[in-house]
Nanobody
Framework: QVQVVESGGGLVQAGGSMRLSCAAS????????MGWYRQGPTSQRELVAT???????RYAESVEGRFTISRDNTKNTVYLQMDSLNPEDTAVYYC?????????????WGQGTQVTVSS
């Protein structure tokens, strides 16, 4: 079992920055993907960014150039640096962990942290 715990979040003005962190603990495969999804008040959960244990990353088009994902494999921690925030970024942000093993891949989610961007 893997536990995923987010930190960060809160209220920020438009144009501001915020950093989210997420730590995974427990029985963790060395091959994994960590990242962030978000769900706005009237939308479905959507990808924000992910990064694999190999360093390969992926961003949603809506955040590319403004958000930066990184990870520390020694701490099983992923970070999301969010710059140039706008009100459309307001959402609950969920940390995501995909544990990759043969023959089974398992996904785990954090409880979510609220990010509110005021105009």
């Amino acid at each position: 079992q893997v536990q995923v715990v987010e930190s960060g979040g809160g209220l920020v003005q438009a144009g501001g920055s915020m950093r989210l962190s997420c730590a995974a603990s427990g029985s963790i495969s060395s091959i994994n993907v960590m990242g962030w999804y978000r769900q706005g008040p009237t939308s479905q959960r959507e990808l924000v960014a992910t990064i694999g244990s190999s360093g390969i990353y992926r961003y949603a088009e809506s955040v590319e150039g403004r958000f930066t994902i990184s990870r520390d494999n020694t701490k099983n921690t992923v970070y999301l640096q969010m710059d140039s925030l706008n009100p459309e970024d307001t959402a609950v942000y969920y940390c995501y962990f995909r544990d990759i093993r043969i023959p089974r891949t398992t996904e785990f989610w954090g409880q979510g942290t609220q990010v509110t961007v005021s105009s």
